[in-house]
């Protein structure tokens, strides 16, 4: 069975930094794609950034180019979400997901395309 486990949130003020972390297991970080996304209250479920399977390629959500990195350590099987110059607008709970090898949707941003998700981390920016 699939689980992941999402840590690393918190509330800081802006212009700090955060590290989430996902763990996986039943799981191989290394075997396909993975994501990190986030949902404000109100708002639809926005991808922030994508890492193929060998971890050379990642795709990022405009607004978050420059400020966040997506990276993994194969070794741990831990996916992560380095977040620097956090902004306001920044303030979501952020989940992590995974593709399967049926349905996903390669290095992308779109929801639609991750099978396993974890259960999120809330990130809380002040102003």
Known sequence: QVR????????????GSLRLSCAASGYSVSDDFMGWFR???????EGI????????????????KG???ISKDDAKNILYLQMNSLK?????????????????????????GYQYWGQGTQVSVSS
Do not use: H, N
């Open 67 to 69: 400020r966040f990195t």
């Open 39 to 45: 949902q404000a209250p109100g708002q639809e479920r």
């Open 88 to 112: 306001p607008e920044d303030t979501a709970m952020y989940y992590c997901a995974a593709q399967s090898e049926y349905g996903g949707l390669g290095l992308s941003l779109a929801p639609s």
């Open 4 to 15: 992941l486990v999402e840590s690393g949130g918190g509330s800081v003020q802006a212009g």
């Open 49 to 64: 950034a994508s890492i193929s399977a060998g971890g050379l390629s990642t795709k990022y959500l405009e607004s978050a």
